[in-house]
């Protein structure tokens, strides 16, 4: 009876002397607190496009990636600093040296060539007014890849923008999800109120 009290003990306190087991947490994101949506226009008489963006945003010259401003005096970027992201559009005249197809197949090699390595898929969604004349493609572009959202409009006579949404951080499809779900609803306003000049 003693070696079975003694064995029941030795038991006990080996099960009673194991470390706690830690399951691990799983890996969380801070809580983004994202600004009311409000829109202004966009309207220099220089430009040859207008529409609206969020109060939240600030446009500045795309000096540095147009390189000299005389060659691309249209390029501007849509900056949200307390998100870190970036809207950059570019504007082309079509005309005999950017015709509409160079232009549609440049946008069409930007979006699938540049994010298919780290894109799960990219959908798009076509869109088009036929009383602004404004017509274009929305892409999506899923997964870990540079830039979720890209687009372009045109009037498919002489106008044609392009634009693409840029975050100032490593992708990770995850983290940003709330700021792309975000800015995309920004991005369909812009599309939506564009009008040309």
């Given at each position: 009876?003693n070696k079975?009290?003694?064995?029941?003990?030795?038991?006990?306190s080996y099960?009673?002397?194991?470390?706690?087991?830690?399951?691990p947490k799983?890996?969380?994101?801070f809580?983004?607190?994202l600004?009311?949506?409000?829109?202004?226009?966009f309207?220099s008489s220089?430009f040859?496009?207008s529409?609206?963006?969020?109060?939240?945003?600030q446009?500045?010259?795309d000096?540095?990636?147009?390189?000299?401003?005389?060659?691309?005096?249209?390029?501007i970027?849509?900056?949200?600093?307390e998100?870190?992201g970036?809207?950059?559009?570019s504007?082309?005249?079509?005309?005999?040296k950017?015709?509409?197809p160079?232009?549609?197949?440049?946008?069409?090699?930007?979006?699938?060539t540049a994010?298919d390595?780290?894109a799960?898929y990219?959908?798009?969604?076509?869109?088009q007014?036929?009383e602004?004349r404004?017509?274009g493609t929305l892409?999506r572009?899923s997964?870990d890849a540079?830039?979720a959202?890209?687009f372009?409009?045109?009037d498919?006579t002489?106008?044609f923008i392009?634009?693409?949404?840029?975050?100032d951080v490593?992708p990770?499809?995850?983290s940003?999800?709330?700021l792309?779900?975000?800015?995309?609803?920004?991005i369909n306003?812009l599309?939506?109120?564009l009008?040309?000049?």
């Amino acid at each position: 009876m003693n070696k079975i009290l003694a064995l029941a003990f030795i038991t006990i306190s080996y099960i009673a002397c194991k470390p706690p087991v830690h399951t691990p947490k799983p890996r969380g994101y801070f809580k983004i607190a994202l600004p009311e949506r409000s829109y202004q226009m966009f309207d220099s008489s220089s430009f040859p496009y207008s529409f609206e963006y969020p109060v939240y945003g600030q446009i500045s010259h795309d000096a540095q990636i147009s390189g000299n401003e005389q060659d691309n005096p249209y390029w501007i970027n849509i900056e949200f600093p307390e998100i870190g992201g970036k809207i950059y559009i570019s504007y082309k005249n079509v005309n005999d040296k950017n015709s509409l197809p160079t232009l549609n197949e440049d946008m069409y090699k930007m979006t699938y060539t540049a994010h298919d390595k780290k894109a799960d898929y990219i959908e798009d969604y076509y869109f088009q007014d036929e009383e602004r004349r404004v017509f274009g493609t929305l892409y999506r572009v899923s997964g870990d890849a540079a830039s979720a959202y890209q687009f372009f409009a045109t009037d498919s006579t002489k106008h044609f923008i392009r634009g693409a949404l840029y975050f100032d951080v490593a992708p990770n499809a995850d983290s940003l999800k709330p700021l792309n779900d975000f800015l995309k609803e920004d991005i369909n306003h812009l599309l939506y109120s564009l009008s040309w000049n």
